[in-house]
């Protein structure tokens, strides 16, 4: 990204981009995006895809650790709202900016304008998708990278970067996929058509088999900018940092590139004390930057694989190229890409979550805990209708946002009576419910400001005998501890195992089938914020809660944030 120096302002603010100097090196950076759908072939097929500014994925904002970001958002859509939300931005001080239709603000309005302005006070790997309805899906998201301040570095090296943005893509669009996911009986999304790398790939098609036999399948991308894989071109002898984050809307994934160790540095914004792996899983919602060096014969390219994982693999491996410079991209060698894991193979994916660790002298988590939640995640019926549950409530949004029905003491807006805290000691999470009916609901979890929350997430059986699914969950407006992982149902004597010498500060973390994880954050940020399974589809099918702490301390909230509702009606 390109500062502006005074003379061109004028020209850099018309093309949607401005700095303007605020404090000690800390900028302004200014954005005007328009959101419309438009034509796009993201694998090789025409579809309609979700852009902003002509662009998909949406442009990459870059800023510095300290700097404020100003984006405003204008609503192209002819039919339905727009939000946008900051996935990893903590929102201190700007709770109404944290882009979630119904929590923190109003949708905004086709024609609308809303101006998105906050600080990002950390350095690390974020990116940015739409929180309304399932437009995430439908292709509305882009990378935000916070580089360190003026004069300060990473705990690390490297000569270069790399950005990698993830995604998972259907050709059925997002409107059919919500009517049927709220239909009776319901008609489940599918898997992928295709896996993206920054939003490219390639629908039935052997890439691998493209370069070596030109004839074979029915790729289609060459000559096709919007779906030919993006080359990652690399000197030999050099340590590279590469990003990536994913924002899928149901795969988790599995990255690894051929003949080439990965160290891994950074998990969502926080440092983590290295290690080395050969191949890492990324769950929806997750961030990480892996150094890589290329000391490998630069005389061949080599392939970077994206693969299913967590799920029975249905799509095909999304490649790109490993490309040393100055080797020709086209010359591939015979061999074949890295092979994905097997899908189930759990304990793969537990030996890498449970390496990583702290950065030595990153902040310790409190000792002890104010108030401890569990969370029973579980499938059911609610009306005929198949949902997900938390503590037997499916979430469902009320019309009004909590932040401002909160601050202006609305209570009628959302159900009063908070969900529970705990579930049924008798619960068997190894077996389909023996009631598998649940309820509705829109109540709010009210927690006391600056005190310590335990969150337990269990995982349990799913309505189908003998089936318990992956789910990445994310939290807003905070990072947590993750203070371990385990099998079965969880039980008191299970404190006895958490690490709280050195346990990574994450914003998403993954419940395993039939397992617990268990986290621990400092309700600290005043606000209400929205904790929820980062699967699309899930979060339709209400697999969320919210949290409330300390709204009184919210200052000012701007208009046009809660100009909807009954807040609509108060501010009138």
């Given at each position: 990204m390109m500062g502006c120096k005074s003379m061109d302002v004028v020209l850099c603010c018309i093309i949607g981009l401005c700095l303007v100097q605020v404090s000690l090196g800390a900028k302004a950076r200014h954005f005007k995006w328009e959101v419309e759908y438009m034509y796009r072939s993201p694998d090789c097929l025409e579809h309609i895809v979700l852009g902003i500014n002509g662009q998909f994925p949406g442009p990459t904002i870059r800023a510095n650790a300290g700097d404020t970001i100003v984006v405003e958002l204008t609503n192209k859509l002819h039919t339905e709202g727009v939000v946008i939300h900051w996935h990893g931005i903590r929102q201190l001080g700007t709770p109404w900016a944290d882009g979630t239709?119904?929590?923190s603000q109003c949708a905004i309005n086709p024609g609308d304008t809303f101006k998105y302005r906050f600080k990002v006070d950390r350095a690390g790997t974020y990116f940015y998708h739409g929180h309304y309805g399932m437009q995430r899906s439908a292709g509305l998201y882009g990378s935000l990278i916070v580089d360190m301040a003026e004069g300060e570095k990473e705990p690390f090296h490297y000569d270069a970067e790399l950005n990698?943005?993830?995604?998972?893509?259907?050709?059925k669009g997002v409107h059919e996929q919500e009517v049927g996911l709220s239909s009776i009986p319901m008609r489940w999304i599918g898997e992928p058509q295709s896996l993206l790398i920054n939003g490219r790939g390639q629908y039935n098609c052997s890439m691998a088999a493209k370069f070596s036999e030109p004839a074979v399948g029915q790729c289609k991308f060459?000559?096709?900018?919007?779906?030919?894989p993006q080359i990652l071109k690399v000197h030999p002898n050099k340590t590279y940092r590469l990003r990536i984050a994913s924002t899928t809307a149901l795969a988790s994934l599995n990255l690894a590139i051929q003949g080439h160790k990965m160290v891994v540095v950074e998990a969502d914004g926080n440092h983590v004390q290295p290690f080395v792996v050969s191949d890492l899983d990324i769950y929806s919602g997750e961030?990480?930057?892996v150094l890589l060096t290329t000391d490998q014969n630069p005389s061949r390219n080599y392939w970077v694989s994206i693969g299913v994982r967590a799920r029975e693999p249905k799509t095909r491996q999304a490649l790109t190229i490993l490309n040393y410079s100055p080797t020709s991209a086209s010359k591939i060698h015979a061999s074949q890409p890295p092979v994905t894991p097997a899908w189930n193979d759990y304990n793969h994916s537990k030996s890498f979550t449970k390496s990583i660790y702290a950065l030595m002298g990153s902040p310790k988590p409190p000792e002890t805990f104010h108030r401890r939640i569990l969370l029973l995640n579980t499938q059911n019926r609610v009306n005929g209708f198949i949902k997900w549950s938390i503590n037997n409530v499916s979430l469902v949004l009320p019309p009004t946002p909590y932040l401002g029905s909160i601050k202006f003491g609305l209570t009628n807006a959302f159900d009063q009576k908070s969900p529970p805290d705990n579930f049924d000691s008798s619960y068997d999470i190894m077996k389909p419910a023996t009631n598998q009916n649940a309820t509705q609901g829109s109540g709010i979890y009210t927690i006391t400001l600056n005190?310590?929350?335990?969150?337990?997430?269990?995982?349990?059986?799913a309505l189908a005998e003998g089936l318990s699914e992956v789910h990445p969950w994310h939290l807003h407006g905070h990072d947590f501890w993750v203070l371990g992982y385990g099998e079965g149902k969880f039980k008191d004597e299970d404190d006895k195992t958490f690490n709280l010498k050195n346990p990574p500060l994450r914003n998403t973390a993954v419940i395993f089938p039939y397992g617990w994880t268990a986290l621990r954050f400092v309700a600290d940020n005043p606000g209400v914020w929205a904790f929820h399974c980062h699967i699309e589809p899930h979060l339709h099918m209400g697999m969320g809660v919210v949290f409330a702490e300390g709204v009184h301390r919210v200052g000012q909230i701007?208009?046009?944030a809660l100009a909807c509702g009954l807040t609509g009606n108060k501010l009138n």
């Open positions: 239709a119904s929590i990698l943005l993830l995604s998972d893509w259907w050709h060459r000559g096709n900018e919007e779906c030919a961030s990480y930057s005190t310590t929350v335990d969150v337990i997430l269990q995982n349990a059986n701007p208009r046009e």
